[in-house]
């Protein structure tokens, strides 16, 4: 099973709508993250959280919350979508007790579509 | 500000070919270095790191040299297989945010590989 699992991975939704995505993990990690991913722009972070007690902008919050429910648990809203909004979302995490090198762990992404 | 840069793609390459892909960063202190893939329909994966000045990390029969004093941590693989055929992405761990892990990526590279 993967250790990091991303729900939906497909979603096509209206201008005005909110809307939930949802990040899992098993590996026991403190640290997750959302990204945004759009073409030729590499990836950019939404939010993070370092634990279920704090979380933190990213470069690109406007438009988007956060809930992070429990330790494996990291949803990203779109409390009214735009079409702009319209990209490939990847949560992730990491494990600050490790090599030090930072590295992080991605889910598979959500592909989403504000029409 | 910390960035990465890297070589524009789409690069494409016959079977067996020799690759290098170019990134060079610019960073206070010392950040530690990543190349990260994604496949067709995939999230990232950690391709290879390195943590301090002149590692060299390898995976997969891809390999990177962490060169402080030209600032660069280029990809290179000496006989490309289909397989390969992705999107990489290069990336530094910013020290100044040592406490969030924060990652920065390049845009990416487009590879394919022809039979």
């Known amino acids: 099973d993967a250790d990091v699992t991303q729900t939906p991975r497909n979603r096509i939704t209206k201008t005005g709508k909110r809307i939930m995505l949802e990040c899992s993990q098993t590996k026991g990690h403190d640290r997750m993250y959302w990204y945004r991913q759009d073409p030729g722009l590499g990836l950019r972070l939404i939010y993070y959280s370092f634990d279920v007690k704090d979380i933190n902008k990213g470069e690109i919050s406007d438009g988007y919350s956060v809930s992070r429910q429990a330790q494996a648990k990291f949803s990203l809203s779109l409390e009214s979508a735009i079409p702009n909004q319209t990209a490939l979302y990847f949560c992730?995490?990491?494990?600050?007790?490790?090599?030090?090198?930072?590295?992080?762990?991605f889910g598979p992404g959500t592909r989403l579509t504000v029409l | 500000g910390n960035s990465v840069t890297q070589m524009e793609g789409p690069v494409t390459l016959s079977e067996e070919a020799f690759l290098t892909i170019n990134c060079t960063y610019t960073a206070t202190g010392y950040p530690s270095l990543f190349w990260y893939v994604q496949y067709p329909g995939e999230g990232l994966q950690l391709l290879l790191k390195?943590?301090?000045?002149?590692d060299k990390g390898s995976n997969k029969g891809f390999e990177a040299t962490y060169r402080k004093e030209t600032t660069s941590f280029h990809l290179e693989k000496g006989s490309v297989q289909v397989s390969d055929s992705a999107v990489y992405f290069c990336a530094l761990s910013d020290q100044r945010y040592s406490s969030a892990s924060k990652i920065i990526f390049g845009s990416g590279t487009r590879l394919s590989i022809r039979p």
């Open positions: 992730a995490t990491s494990d600050p007790t490790g090599t030090g090198a930072y590295e992080q762990f």
């Open positions: 390195a943590t301090k000045a002149d």
